[in-house]
């Protein structure tokens, strides 16, 4: 069967008419596979949700219970009849239990990758390459001028600042979901061992990361009672990018403003954001490690969706391979 039978971009999102449900749809449906946590592909309100047990546990820390109708869990390479279709999750290696979903009937396959990354993470299982007939890629940053660098290299970069400024916090904006516990624990890989402290909307996420045998180290709440703002001086702060636009950050010891993500790469974003220090650390891919996925995989088409679209689309065409923008509204870069 052609491939837009079996999977197309409709106004909910993804839809697989053979199965009868949505792939991180955007709004409520009776019947949702969800890629992985994020708030722009895992949202509340579904009538059932099909996801790894560690994406149904963190909607259920993000939204409480019950956050859907009903829940069932997909091990990985498990196949799951629904329908006429046979899906089976694979490991996206973006935040921990994020995967990709392979959608097969009559013959055809389509793999959605969902938010993926390809460097090592210790906090999360690796991406997987799934051979299919096409491959829905993102393409978050999906333009030649990406490349990222080395993550310790970047994490290095703040262990330096840190005996360079030994009176000042370093408060880090880290996304809650992913980027923070990875930040900590490449921190903790660097040999960092001091306490780390965070914002409280970083707890309940950095609790159950910890419960599922990720070392984080030790974890306090970046709170001023009995300490003073002295007290925080030379430590490591980090919490969501939103606690920046209040007086949060402003409460510590000299605060020095950094912020991970990928984006830190363009120096008008660092800029307007008043980072002093950049750290380059994205949990998705650059354009040489989309490009490299796609040769590796050998999909007969590719379809590119929420980020650079048509970059992406014309390198494909150049190497000989059918390619089209899905154009889905409705992501953003939360877990960058």
Same mark, same amino acid.
């Given at each position: 069967?052609?491939?837009d039978?079996?999977?197309?971009?409709?106004?909910k999102?993804l839809?697989?008419?053979k199965?009868?449900?949505?792939?991180d749809?955007?709004?409520?449906?009776e019947?949702?596979l969800?890629?992985?946590?994020?708030?722009?592909?895992?949202?509340?309100?579904?009538?059932h949700?099909l996801?790894?047990?560690?994406t149904?546990?963190i909607?259920?820390v993000?939204y409480?219970?019950p956050?859907?109708g009903a829940?069932q869990?997909?091990?990985?390479?498990?196949?799951?009849a629904?329908n006429?279709?046979r899906?089976?999750?694979h490991?996206?290696g973006?935040?921990?239990g994020?995967?990709?979903?392979s959608?097969e009937?009559?013959?055809?396959?389509v793999?959605?990758?969902?938010d993926?990354?390809?460097r090592p993470?210790?906090?999360?299982?690796p991406?997987?390459p799934v051979l299919?007939?096409v491959?829905?890629t993102?393409?978050t940053?999906g333009l030649?001028?990406f490349?990222h660098?080395?993550d310790?290299?970047?994490?290095?970069r703040?262990l330096?600042?840190?005996?360079q400024?030994?009176e000042?916090s370093h408060?880090?904006?880290a996304?809650a979901l992913?980027?923070a516990?990875?930040?900590?624990?490449?921190?903790?890989?660097?040999g960092?061992?001091?306490?780390?402290?965070?914002? =409280?909307a970083l707890?309940k %996420?950095?609790?159950y990361?910890?419960? +599922? @045998? $990720?070392d984080?180290?030790?974890i306090?709440p970046a709170?001023?009672?009995?300490?003073?703002?002295?007290?925080f001086?030379?430590?490591?702060?980090?919490?969501?990018?939103?606690?920046?636009?209040?007086r949060?950050?402003?409460?510590?010891?000299?605060?020095?403003?950094v912020f991970?993500?990928g984006?830190?790469?363009?120096?008008?974003?660092?800029?307007?954001r008043?980072?002093e220090?950049?750290?380059v650390?994205?949990?998705?891919?650059?354009?040489?490690?989309?490009?490299?996925t796609i040769?590796e995989i050998?999909?007969?088409e590719?379809w590119?969706?929420h =980020?650079?679209e048509?970059a %992406?689309v014309?390198?494909?065409?150049? +190497? @000989? $391979?059918p390619?089209r923008p899905?154009h889905?509204?409705?992501?953003?870069?939360?877990?960058e």
């Open positions: 069967m052609k491939p039978e079996l999977l197309y971009p409709a106004p999102g839809y697989c008419a199965g009868d449900f949505y792939i749809p955007v709004q409520p449906v019947r949702a969800i890629t992985h946590g994020h708030s722009d592909h895992a949202r509340a309100g579904h009538g949700v996801a790894t047990r560690e149904l546990d909607m259920r993000r409480g219970d956050f859907c829940s869990i997909a091990s990985f390479g498990e196949t799951i629904i006429e279709a899906i089976r999750f490991p996206a973006h935040v921990l994020s995967a990709q979903i959608v009937a009559y013959g055809t396959r793999v959605v990758s969902g993926y990354k390809r993470d210790p906090t999360c299982t991406f997987e299919c007939d491959f829905i993102e393409a940053f030649p001028v490349h660098p080395n310790e290299r970047e994490i290095n703040l330096l600042s840190l005996k400024f030994p000042r408060v880090v904006g996304y992913g980027k516990q990875r930040l900590i624990a490449l921190l903790r890989r660097q960092y061992d001091a306490p780390v402290h965070i914002h =409280g707890a %996420l950095c609790e990361y910890q419960g +599922q @045998g $990720i984080l180290g030790e306090r709170t001023l009672g009995r300490e003073s703002r002295q007290d001086a030379g430590a490591i702060i980090i919490g969501p990018p939103s606690a920046f636009a209040d949060w950050a402003r409460r510590f010891a000299d605060p020095l403003a991970a993500s984006w830190m790469l363009i120096r008008q974003r660092a800029k307007q008043g980072v220090l950049p750290l650390i994205s949990d998705h891919c650059d354009w040489a490690e989309l490009t490299q040769k050998t999909p007969s590719v590119v969706t =980020g650079r048509e %992406l014309r390198w494909c065409e150049l +190497q @000989g $391979i390619a899905l889905l509204v409705g992501y953003d870069d939360e877990g």
